[in-house]
């Protein structure tokens, strides 16, 4: 079983900028692909993010590359969303979350992804 511990959420004006982190229980942190994913009011759950094990490939939702980095430190378990230039559209909950196996053509998929974090709220104002 892999906990998940998002933090770094709260109330920005637009053009500014936050970053998230997630802690990660899991003993082989390694070995987890691990992604970020966002739910805005009334929308369905999307992909934002995602990191391979190592750390050596990363991948973006179109709507966000280029505002958003994503890294991890597999010495500390976590892993980080960098957002800048955020806009109102960027308001949801963020959730942090580890799948098990690398499949790069499927890691945009939330099913693939076997834990999550509660989530943290990210609020762009204008």
């Known amino acids: 079983q892999v906990q998940l511990v998002e933090s770094g959420g709260g109330l920005v004006q637009a053009g500014g900028s936050l970053s998230l982190s997630c802690a990660a229980s899991?003993?082989?942190?390694?070995?987890?692909?691990m992604g970020w994913f966002r739910q805005g009011p009334g929308k369905e759950r999307e992909f934002v993010a995602a990191i391979n094990p190592n750390g050596g490939r990363t991948y973006y939702a179109g709507s966000v590359k280029g505002r958003f980095t994503i890294s991890r430190d597999n010495a500390k378990n976590t892993v980080s969303l960098q957002m800048k230039s955020l806009e109102p559209e960027d308001t949801a909950v963020y959730y942090c979350?580890?799948?098990?196996?690398?499949?790069?053509?499927?890691?945009?998929?939330?099913?693939?992804?076997?834990?999550w974090g509660q989530g943290t709220q990210v609020t762009v104002f204008s």
């Open positions: 899991a003993r082989t942190f390694s070995s987890y692909v």
């Open positions: 979350a580890a799948d098990r196996s690398f499949i790069a053509t499927a890691i945009m998929s939330s099913r693939r992804y076997d834990y």
